[in-house]
Antibody, heavy 118, light 110 residues
């Protein structure tokens, strides 16, 4: 069955960096476009970034543009999010979510917690 | 800051019908499809409605979506205790060149 598993979260100091990964199984990863979505503790959902199936088209939320980089490796069925210059307000659970055709964010991982604190 | 506005809460008794609104603008709901997600406590969100009113396989027909102009709504009929969750609308915003989520609505079954 479809499975998305995030990893790489943890505690990092302000200004630090972290790389999140999302391992995918159960579907043809290279046919799907992918997103990162985050949720601060006790808050709502915030879309972070999108990458097309080929990786050629990428979008970012204004709040992370210039600091975060999304990428994918279709040979490894994996999605990544490189997060630099982290701020306290980046503290959240980060979810990877797959989209196919009209079904946007159809499948989600369980999330990985990123805490930015000194 | 969310650009799609939802009421913070909604409630009903078992069997009742509950409706949740999602208000946007011409750059998002007014020109693009709306999606709805259910987030049960402590879990990842789940796609409930896509393309304004379509249900993915496995989603009960108690859930229905509609869109008119720059607003959309999600209706839950025959409310059940397991429907107690947070619900979010979402869609693409042409001005922002990105997806936007609603502020979220907590549904309580009384």
């Amino acid at each position: 069955q479809v499975q998305l598993v995030e990893s790489g979260g943890g505690l990092v100091k302000p200004g630090g960096s972290l790389r999140l990964s999302c391992a995918v199984s159960g579907f043809s990863f290279s046919d799907y476009y992918m997103n990162w979505i985050r949720q601060a503790p006790g808050k709502g959902l915030e879309w972070v970034s999108y990458i097309s199936s080929s990786g050629r088209t990428i979008y970012y939320a204004a709040s992370v543009k210039g600091r975060f980089t999304i990428s994918r490796d279709n040979a490894k069925n994996s999605l990544y999010l490189q997060m630099n210059t982290l701020r306290a307000e980046d503290t959240a659970v980060y979810y990877c979510a797959s989209s196919y055709g009209d079904e946007i964010f159809a499948s989600w991982g369980q999330g990985t917690l990123v805490t930015v604190s000194s | 800051q969310s650009v799609l506005t939802q009421p913070p809460s909604a409630s009903g008794t078992p069997g009742q019908r509950v409706s949740i609104s999602c208000s946007g603008s011409s750059s998002n709901i007014g020109s693009n499809d709306v999606y709805w997600y259910q987030q049960l406590p402590g879990t990842a969100p789940k796609l409930l409605i896509y393309r304004n009113n379509q249900r993915p396989s496995g989603v009960p027909d108690r859930f229905s979506g509609s869109k008119s102009g720059t607003s959309a709504s999600l209706a839950i009929s025959g409310l059940r205790s397991e429907d107690e969750a947070d619900y979010y609308c979402a869609g693409w915003d042409d001005s922002l060149s990105g997806y936007v989520f609603g502020t979220g609505t907590k549904v309580t079954v009384l």
